[in-house]
Antibody, heavy 124, light 108 residues
Framework: QVHLVESGGGVVQPGRSLRLSCAAS????????MHWVRQAPGKGLEWVAL????????QYADSVKGRFTISRDNFKNTLYLQMDSLRVEDTAVYYC?????????????????WGQGTLVTASS | EIVMTQSPATLSVSPGERVTLSCRAS??????LAWYQQKPGQAPRLLIY???ARDTGIPARFSGSGSGTEFTLTISSLQSEDFAVYYC??????????FGQGTRLEIK
């Protein structure tokens, strides 16, 4: 069955960097687009970034553009989120999620499988 | 950006009751709407996509309806395991995909 496992979260000072990983198994990882979605403590869901199945096209929320980088290694079945210049407001649980369908021009679909999340805390 | 608004924020209901949750989009999203359930400490789980299609393994007591800008999720007879937070999400236009702020179902 589909399995997504995030790792790499932790406590970091504002301005520092962190890299999250999402290990995928149970499906053809290289054929699916992937998203990162975050949830601040006690708050709702906020989309962060997406990457097409081939890793070429990427899109970001305005709140993280220029600071976060999404990438993937289809040989290692792993998704990444490099987070630089972290801010207090980036504190959240970060989920990776698989999007059911991507076309050549649109990967903004519904998310059919989610990882358990990893907590990132940006605090001095 | 398409804004999704859910109502009410919290709903107190008794097991066995029928409940309807609402979700409104700031512009038409055709049928590109999904619903998720999230229990405390867990990841969201996909319930419904394409307004009314239940995902694999989702019980038939969950149903979705609507079109354009107005959508509803109905749970025909609440079970104890259904008390959770429910989010709607549009994927008609993005980025970004956007979520509603959630409706919390609590036990009366």
């Amino acid at each position: 069955q589909v399995h997504l496992v995030e790792s790499g979260g932790g406590v970091v000072q504002p301005g520092r960097s962190l890299r999250l990983s999402c290990a995928a198994s149970g499906f053809g990882f290289g054929t699916y687009g992937m998203h990162w979605v975050r949830q601040a403590p006690g708050k709702g869901l906020e989309w962060v970034a997406l990457i097409w199945y081939d890793g070429v096209q990427k899109q970001y929320a305005d709140s993280v553009k220029g600071r976060f980088t999404i990438s993937r290694d289809n040989f290692k079945n792993t998704l990444y989120l490099q987070m630089d210049s972290l801010r207090v407001e980036d504190t959240a649980v970060y989920y990776c999620a698989r999007v059911r369908f991507c076309s050549s021009t649109n990967c903004n679909g519904y998310l059919d499988h989610w990882g358990q999340g990893t907590l990132v805390t940006a605090s001095s | 950006e398409i804004v999704m608004t859910q109502s009410p924020a919290t709903l107190s209901v008794s097991p066995g009751e029928r409940v309807t949750l609402s979700c409104r989009a700031s512009q038409s999203i055709d049928s590109n709407l999904a619903w998720y359930q999230q229990k405390p400490g867990q990841a969201p789980r996909l319930l419904i996509y394409g307004v009314s299609a239940r995902d694999t393994g989702i019980p038939a007591r969950f149903s979705g309806s609507g079109s354009g800008t107005e959508f509803t999720l109905t749970i025909s007879s609440l079970q104890s395991e259904d008390f959770a937070v429910y989010y709607c999400q549009q994927y008609n236009k993005g980025p970004p995909i956007t979520f509603g702020q959630g409706t919390r179902l609590e036990i009366k």
